[in-house]
């Protein structure tokens, strides 16, 4: 049968909506079930212990996805095929582990057969599930319950609404373990160095300024005109002034500013830049990271940025025009 516009488009917002009010069910359904099982996850990693996830069919998916998330949080996960534990997969299990098993009914028998087996090796159980009454949620230590109306399949039968319920939770539960243990932006770059997210992650400030010859210095005393060749030669939209003898950064005179300072009458060329350039800029360390710098540049509507060392010196600019090509945009 071929697509008509209106009515596939009409059916594509349905199912939108249906696993949005999935999701809405889910948040408000929240409760001490899901505070249980952050703790347990806290306390089985202050105890050295990991993470296995299981499920089958597409809540093992859910399952695999969830506990990759946690891996990339520093969380050590895996995933447990019900039907290969049963056949000598159960090695990967350590006493101590906290095993979360994932199933919409929470009555799937190969993970009913698990659970006794998980519980006889150490583990204790998580029944992550959309059925509160099932068995499994009987059976297992702590209950992880989404809530889900109906699905957004027009047979009702394919998992579509209780998969996106399934894995935002997982999501959540996985957020609010970052946020418990103080995740920082350099240890999620830890694992994640290779592409483009890595790479964005792990530039320093220093990485990406313009420094030596691009980056125009000059005292604070001297002239505009001394100070616009300054920039001039650097190529520079802006130009790092400085306190005698310290080298401490005074203030930033840039194009804008040079513009208005046009506007005071004959002669400012021979004025001290310091009757107009902006004292007090904004500046980034060297250290910092270089999304840090972007947040600056959004924040302030600003075009350039003074790099600065621990004594507060600059050492480097960062023009918001080279950005775009390390890709921190």
Known sequence: MAIVAKTALARARQCIRIECDALKATSRSLGAGFVATARAVEETLAEGGKLVFSGVG?????????????NSTGVSSCFLDPTQALHGDLGLCDEGDLAILLSNSGQSDELLRLLPLLKRFGLRVVAF?????????????????????????????????STTAALALGDALAMVLMESRGMTRDDFAKYHPAGNLGRILLLRARDIMRSGERLPVAPDSVTVQEAILAMTRAKSGSIALVRAPSGKLSGILTDGDFRRSALS?????????????????????????????????????????????????????????????????
């Open 265 to 329: 009458g004959p002669g400012f060329l021979s004025r001290p830049v310091s009757d107009f350039m902006t004292r007090s800029p904004k500046v980034i360390r060297d250290d910092a990271m270089g999304v840090d710098a972007l947040r600056l540049f959004e924040l302030h509507k600003i075009d350039d940025l003074i790099v600065v060392d621990t004594g507060g010196r600059p050492v480097g600019l960062i023009d918001g025009q080279d950005l775009p090509k390390y890709k921190i945009v």
């Open 58 to 70: 597409k809540s093992a998916h859910i399952a695999g996805k969830v506990a990759a998330t946690f």
């Open 129 to 161: 599930t959309g059925n509160a009454r099932s068995e499994l949620a009987a059976s297992a230590d702590f209950q992880l319950v989404y809530r889900v109306d109906r699905e957004a399949c027009p047979l009702k039968l394919a998992p579509t609404a």
